[in-house]
């Protein structure tokens, strides 16, 4: 018998299992249908505000595997220059401590 109630159970729990899985296909197909409305909805609407600048008429191309990164122009810091911003980077944040603490 508690078999038999099992069964009934699953049986009648399913389609509930299979409607809800079917809602949500449907809303996510619903909601990605409409992402390039949006996009041209006025901004109180739900649209993108003005100036925003307008799509590529194509999409950029990835980099090929085997490209190098360009060369930087800028070198790194110098054990000076290094020295120089940790110790900037120090008495600032001494002076934020300060300044939280009441202090002048």
Do not use: W, Y
Not at 8 to 22: E, K, S
Not at 31 to 53: D, F, H, N, R, T
Request: charged share 25%; net charge positive.
């Amino acid at each position: 018998m508690r078999d038999l109630l099992h069964r009934d159970a699953l049986h009648h729990a399913m389609p509930r299992r299979v409607m809800r899985l079917i809602a949500v296909a449907a809303l996510a197909g619903a909601l990605a249908g409409c992402s390039s409305i949006l996009s041209e909805m006025p901004q109180a609407v739900g649209g993108l505000p003005e100036g925003v600048p307008d799509r590529p008429a194509t999409a950029p191309g990835f980099p090929s595997v085997n490209d190098l990164p360009r060369q930087r122009s800028d070198a790194p810091l110098t054990e000076a220059e290094r020295k120089k911003v940790v110790d900037d980077l120090a008495a600032a944040r001494a002076a934020a401590a300060r300044r939280a603490a009441g202090a002048p």
